[in-house]
């Protein structure tokens, strides 16, 4: 399976609603892809436990496994715009040994045992649109304590690291705790943004992966889906794609990584150092401790 390349999809859906034509339009375009993705993350599709049974099997177009992540429920008046699902093709489900809800309706792994490559866990995280949440969903990812050499975290993280060349709401700016969270976390399964690695080559010039389709003063565009891998897989390279907004699904991009099933012989240093982490006292000694070689401990909320 693993041979050449391991590729993977994922797509905010804003809503599957139980007559919603967005499972036929995202089959349509799914396999009329020249290499169709073996593992698809999808965030947002409001779905309940109900939901996932009925008209999330209009989603299943693959016959192979579909590992759902159900909206969170609240009360009947409550409308709630979370929910994450992983989908895995015919040909790789049975590689899923484990799989796991990590906090309702945001985050969810499953774990895949390939021969001769190991064991392979793939994260697909729902972030919301508040610093603070998002800290508490980044530190219950390291507490979940992966314990996989090739790790990959993908789906829509609602923050950005990189300036947008436009205004972007505040909101979705990392603030102290987040930050601390955040570099805890990559510092720990040691991750790299794959799209600002040399070892991913750039299939399209659109650097995107959102856009509210407005003009002028209100137009609002940011990257705040993306493919974080570990060292391993960074060793390995690929491609990587914004592919073309398709407002039947969302107003996001489907974003695509394709990973070698090889290490392709680059040699060169990918993950640079942030000098934020020194910025904040537990930040710094979870940076002390790494370099140390002893094990990290996640940031404690106090203070």
Known sequence: MFEKTLTLTSLNVRGLGSKSPKPKAIKIWLTSLPS?????????HHLGIEG??????????????????????MGPTQRMS?????LVERKTAPLVVDSEILMEGRAQFIKLQVAGN????????????TSKNRAL???TISKAELDSDNTIIGGDFNHQEETSRRGIAGRRQMHRREAASWHHMTLQYGLTNAWCSDSFRKMSKKAFTFDNGRLGANSVISRIDKFMVSQDLDSRGGRIE????????????????????QATGIDKPTCYFDTS??????????????????SLTPPSDQG
Do not use: C
Not at 278 to 283: A, C, I, R, T, V
């Open 277 to 294: 982490l020194l910025e904040e006292e537990k930040s710094k000694a979870a940076l002390l401790q790494a370099w140390a070689g002893d």
């Open 36 to 44: 169709p993705p073996q593992i698809l993350l999808i965030q947002e």
């Open 118 to 129: 190991g064991m392979f866990t793939i994260v697909n995280v729902y972030a919301t649109q």
């Open 82 to 86: 979370d929910g994450t699902a992983i």
């Open 242 to 261: 914004s592919a073309i907004t398709i407002r039947k699904f969302s107003d996001h991009s489907p974003f695509i990584i394709s990973i070698w099933g």
């Open 137 to 139: 969903l980044w530190k």
């Open 52 to 73: 996932t049974r009925s008209t999330g099997k209009g989603l299943e177009y693959w016959k192979g496994g579909a590992f759902w992540n159900p909206r969170i429920q």
